[in-house]
C-alpha cells in the first residue's frame, strides 16, 4: 500500500496538471482543499476486559472461570429439635426430628446470573451431638440429605445427595462428605441446604442418649469448580484498556504537515454488548513535544462510526514522527446495566485518519 506522503504527492501533482491544462489560466495562484481518508492499525478489545474481579478464562478461553470463597455454617440441637426443649443435660430416650437449615454460596459482586457447563461442590458435615442422628440406638434408621438448590432454600435443586443410616454412620464426632455437581443456569447465589431426619431411639434405658441443647451440626462446603458458557455482568462503570495502536506517520514530510489545515478519526465500531461508553485517546511518541489527548463517547449500539476531530496544533505535534502511538481506556456508562458475556467476544476498532489538506 502506498505511504501517506506518497499518495499526498500524488494529489498535489494531480492538481497542478489540471490547474494547468485549464483553458484560463488564472493569474492568482488557486488554494484548492483535498479530503485524504488513510487507513490506520486498527484494535480490539477482549471481553476480559469486561469480567470483575475472580472472574476470568479457562485454559482454552472456551469458558469463564468463576472463583467462589467457600462458606460454613451450623445450627443447634435446639433448634433441630424442637422435642428436646427442657431435656438438656439429661439421659433420655431419643426425641424424633426433621428440619433443614442453609446457607448461601454468592457469586462474585456484579455477576448477577451464569450459564454453568460445569460446577462442583464438596460439602462436609460434623456431627457434634451425643449421638448418631442416623443411627439412634434402639430406633429407625434416618437420613442426611445435602443438596445445591438456586436462588433460595426452596429453588430449583442442583444437585442432592440422601445418606442413609442403613448404609452410613454418623456418630459424635465424625464427618459426612459428599460431592455435588450441577450445569444450566444458576443466579447470584446458590444455597447449600442440609434436611436431617432422625427417628426416635428405643425406650430402653440402655438406648437413652445425652441431650445438649448447644451442640451443632457444622457444615463446610467448599466450590471446587465453577466454568460458565456466559454470564450476566453489571458493567456500568466498569474501565477498559483499548491496548497499543502504532500510528504509521513518520514519512510525512513537514511541508505536508504544513499545508494541513483539520482533520479526524473515524473509529468504525462494533460492539457485540451494545453499551456506551466515554473513550479518553492519547497520542504521544518519543519526538512528541505534548501529547494528544482527545475525548470520543461511544454510542450504545452494535455498529456505530464516531467521529473525534483534532485542531491544526493538535495535528502537527504528531504527524510526521516517527514511533507514534495512540493509547487509551474507556468507561462503560452508568445507565450501561447487566449485559451477558461470552467467551471469544471482541469488540473491534477500525481507524481512519481523515486530512483536510489546503493546495496552492
Partial sequence: MPSLRTLLWRSVLLLAVGIMSACDIPTDTPKLEQQWVVPLTGTSIEVVEFLPDFVGLNEDSSAFTVQVDPIQFRETLETLCPACAGLDGLTVPKPSFQDSFFESVGLPEDVEAAQVQEGRVTVVA????????LRPPGGDRGTVTLALRDGGESGPILDEVSIDGNDTSFGPGTTLSRELEYSGPVTSAIFVT?????PAGGPEPGNWVRIGLADEVEVTATPEALEAESADIAVAGEVFGLGITELDVGDISKDMVDKIVSGSFQLEIVNPWAVGAVVSLTIDGPTVTTPVVLIASVPA????????????????????EDGVIMTGQGTVDQGAGVVTLSPGQTMTIDTKLDLVLRIG
Fill in 301 to 320: 449500539s452494535p455498529i456505530s462510526t464516531v467521529d473525534v476531530e483534532f485542531s491544526q496544533a493538535e495535528l502537527q505535534a504528531f504527524l510526521g
Fill in 194 to 198: 442440609v434436611n436431617v431426619n432422625s
Fill in 126 to 133: 460434623r456431627n457434634g451431638f451425643q449421638f448418631d442422628p
